[in-house]
């Protein structure tokens, strides 16, 4: 069965921290896809990053950053220098590779104060 | 530019009433998706259309019923609404060529108040 845990429930920074959101998932699958989605307070879903199983390359879009190490089995996301705009709810999930749908973590709610 | 279009956005029912969630992309993808969003649990999985002429149970199944009328349209119906279904609905859709997985499209949600 594949399962995603995010075990940070909710985090609090103050703006031009760095905050790194955690994501662990399980899959038996060899070819598998990983995501991110940012959920704003107007509540609609922004997707963010897609990593397939055979990309172990850490990934850098302006202060966004995610590191894939499947050793362990964590796909980790990274934000630089936080602006109270990154204040969301962050979801990581997975799917298989055979487009079946994705299964969510629970989520990690991101507070940035000023 | 629609891409995922759900309809209504906000609904109120009383318990036992029926409702369906009308869902349409306009991106030629082969899947579409229902997921509940619920406090603290994160987006689960409905039912889903892999492709045209199909459906699946996902993870929290019970209590709805889904058609995909077509290729854009996929609905989600609840026969009897129950107070546990007061949730936020999503409609997703994601494309799927060449043996590669995209990623999922979701619609704006749907707030569903069961009382």
């Known amino acids: 069965a594949q399962k995603v845990t995010q075990a940070q429930t909710e985090i609090s920074v103050v703006e031009k921290e760095d905050v790194t959101l955690d994501c662990v998932y399980e899959?038996?699958?060899?070819?598998?896809?990983l995501f991110w989605y940012k959920q704003p307070p107007s509540g609609e879903l922004v997707f963010l990053i897609r990593?397939?199983?055979?990309?172990?390359q850490n990934e850098i879009s302006g202060r966004y950053s995610w590191n894939f190490q499947k050793s362990t089995s964590s796909f980790n996301f990274t934000i630089t220098a936080s602006q109270v705009v990154d204040s969301a709810v962050y979801f990581c999930?997975?799917?298989?590779?055979?487009?079946?749908?994705?299964?969510f973590g629970k989520g990690t709610t991101l507070s940035v104060s000023s | 530019n629609a891409g995922v279009t759900q309809n209504p956005k906000f609904q109120v029912l009383k318990t036992g009433q029926s409702m369906t969630l009308q869902c349409a992309q306009d991106?030629?993808?082969?899947?579409m998706y229902w997921y509940r969003q619920d406090p603290g649990m994160g987006l689960r999985l409905i039912y889903y259309?892999?492709?045209?002429?199909?459906?699946d149970k996902g993870e929290v199944p019970n209590g709805y019923n889904v058609s995909r009328l077509n290729k854009r349209e996929f609905s989600l119906r609840l026969e009897s609404a129950a107070p546990s279904q007061t949730s936020v609905y999503f409609c997703?859709?994601?494309?799927?060529?060449?043996?590669?997985?995209?990623?999922?499209?979701f619609g704006e949600g749907s707030r569903l108040t069961v009382l």
């Open positions: 899959t038996r699958d060899t070819t598998y896809y």
């Open positions: 259309s892999a492709s045209e002429g199909t459906t």
């Open positions: 999930a997975l799917s298989g590779g055979g487009g079946t749908a994705l299964i």
């Open positions: 997703a859709s994601r494309s799927r060529s060449r043996g590669d997985t995209g990623e999922l499209f």
């Open positions: 991106m030629n993808h082969n899947s």
């Open positions: 990593r397939n199983s055979f990309d172990e």
